[in-house]
């Protein structure tokens, strides 16, 4: 159907055909058409006037396919939302957004202009980690164990900034660069005092994982340096002995009063207690120095017939004991018995040897002695005979002096009224059990009587040699 | 009477050589025990009994 609009006139423009469209041409061509659905069609594009001036297009591509869209309900709720469409082409707002490059975890980058991703640098929301570094500071930042070639842990206890290292580097390199010239470094990196505060030296090659060596330092009260030697070598070892080869004893423990000894051409060992106040000398090859016994006042160190050494006392000289002993009140022997003199007070006894209790010198000082005894008696009729015998250990040893008027050739009326004899003897001493005592025989009639006193009846002694 | 005049009250054929030689020796430590026979080796004479002795004792 053909149909003409007076342009002048507004009116409603109708078909009757309910299956015709209704289509507006300009120069013979079909601008608009409305079919029969309602669905409008623009031959080329809509165009929308400014209210001032220009116009707004909107046009479907060359070559447009079958595509519907249906715009959102509403207007955008923030500003700055996109306009986003489902495959239906039903659109809505959105914030925003790009699709990332590379993996999960990646940390994104510019590649070329477009979002990428790459296995050297990842976070998961808790560690950053990076690889893939330049030069021999290659390592992952984050880890807990440090990789080969790789560093330390860093940690947010453990503080690194590039004022921090520029205190301590002359030209600070670049973490990834290249290392510094000799001489850069002008000090030691200090260490702050935190307890966790430490070193980790990564574990030679050969050892077992990704063990590393701590160094640590204790509690200190001022600053201490360790200067390492100039030398190659194993200086310490913690949890056993330091050996000698390591400049230490080997011993793990010693014994108190001891001194330890080569016992062997690289092993030593603790001696056994020396003796307090002992002199040291050596015990042989392999064997521990041993100590002599402890001296006493006038010894002089000797030896013995083995050569070792030995305390011992001087010969003569005033060191030896020496005593004077005396009888203090008369004493009646029986007649014709051999009656012990109880000398029974002394002048001197310097080594506190003569008992005057029992009567003995038993001296403590093994020994040669010179003794020497001297008796003042008498009966009170008549004396015949008379002997003057010293005693050792309970025994007749040495017989003195001797009276006898009963001999051949005496006369039976000669008789003695009062003797003074005396003489002494060379006895030795064994230092412990050994003693002497004076006796005196009588033979008479009356009587018999030993007078007192230190001009009269006496026992004395010295030492004279060992 | 003493441990010698006892003896030779028994032997009178004793003599001092016997005493004073130590062929019997008669000794006193001076320790209140008194006299005793610390030796008797005479070569016919038996040693005298304490019998015999505390029978002198009595006398």
New interface residues.
Partial sequence: MASTINATTSGVVTTGDSVATLSLQTGGTTAVAIDTAQIVTLSKSLALLGSTSGSVSIAAPATAGTQSYTLPTAVPAVSGYALTATTGGVMSWAAASGNPGGSTTQVQYNNAGAFAGSANMTFDGTTLTAAGFSGPLNGTVGATTANTGAFTTLSASSTVSGTGFSNYLASPPAIGGTAPAAGTFTTAKAIAAATQDSVLLQGRAGGTGSYVATITPTTLTASRTLTIPDATGTILQSGTAVTVAQGGTGLTAGTSGGIPYYSGTSAITSSALLTQYGVVYGGGAGAAPVATAVGTTGQFLGANTGGAPTWQTPSGGSSGPTFAAYLSSNQNPTLSTFTKVTLNATQWDTASAFNTTTNRFQPLTAGYYLITVQANYDAATTVTDSILAIYKNGSNYSRVFRNNLRGTGVPSTVNFAELISAGSAMIYFNGTTDYVELYIYIVGSGTATVYNGTAYTTMTGAFIRA | M???EKIVTLYPELS?FD??K?II???????GRG?YI?AWNHPTLPRPTDEQLMALEAK
């Fill in positions: 003493n441990l010698y001092n005493f004073s130590g020796s008669l000794q006193n430590d001076s320790d006299d610390a």
